[in-house]
């Protein structure tokens, strides 16, 4: 038997066990970079009917292992239409249109949030914070205080002074208060405009975040 002819029984022995199972007509089986099944096992996910993992008395692993590696560099590229190459491949089975597809998934990082506001300070928290500023500046030009985030860690980094313990944890404090978790996951960057002569602080930040996305690289009509 050649490998479509197989290829169609296996999809459409597996279609109807599916139905009879889970009343499951859309399923998906998952395989790496490389054309290997991500799953042990002979094992689909059901989109439709009761949704879930379902194992298959159908050995079916080996043979689609083949089939996918044979696309692989002809018919199904490995980069991506964004900046990274596929993480992972999707191939849905429709056993109603009897529809074969195959998506690249990748991830792009995006700006969630966008900050650009200026910070009004009061009380005794303006006056700490200017009073420690003046007393470490030579001059009274406005700098920049830089904000990194990301990996569940941030920190903030001034080029032309070392900042004060107080102005360090006023501006922490800004942080955590406008923009909660902006050291987490893909984290953020930005930077404190701040002005000695005028007394002003100038906060902005990008938030970023990291989106699933997904591109059809193959079909096939069975």
């Not at 050995?59 to 991506?80: A, C, K, V, Y």
């Not at 996951?185 to 602080?201: A, D, H, K, L």
Request: aromatic fraction near 12%; charged fraction near 25%.
């Amino acid at each position: 038997m050649n490998m479509e002819k197989k290829l169609i029984k296996i999809l459409e022995t597996l279609g109807k066990f599916v139905k009879l199972s889970n009343n499951c007509t859309e399923f998906e089986i998952d395989f790496d970079e490389s054309g290997n099944l991500m799953n042990s096992g002979d094992n689909v996910y059901c989109l439709n009917g009761k949704i879930g993992s379902l194992n298959t008395p159908i050995p079916f692993s080996r043979d689609l292992e083949l089939f996918f590696d044979g696309l692989l560099g002809n018919e199904i590229g490995s980069e991506s239409p964004g900046d990274s190459e596929y993480s992972h491949y999707e191939m849905i089975i429709d056993s109603v249109s009897r529809k074969l597809s195959i998506y690249g998934i990748y991830y792009e990082t995006e700006v969630s949030e966008s900050y650009d506001q200026e910070i009004e300070l009061s009380g005794k928290e303006k006056e700490l914070f200017w009073n420690a500023l003046y007393s470490k500046l030579g001059n009274r030009r406005a700098f920049d205080v830089e904000i990194i985030g990301g990996g569940d860690s941030g920190y903030l980094e001034c080029a032309l002074i070392e900042l004060p313990t107080d102005v360090e944890e006023i501006l922490y404090g800004i942080l955590e208060d406008t923009a909660m978790g902006w050291e987490i996951n893909e984290g953020s960057s930005g930077r404190f405009v701040i002005n000695p002569n005028e007394n002003t602080i100038r906060f902005i930040l990008d938030v970023y975040e990291q989106e699933s996305k997904q591109e059809e690289e193959y079909m096939y009509i069975y």
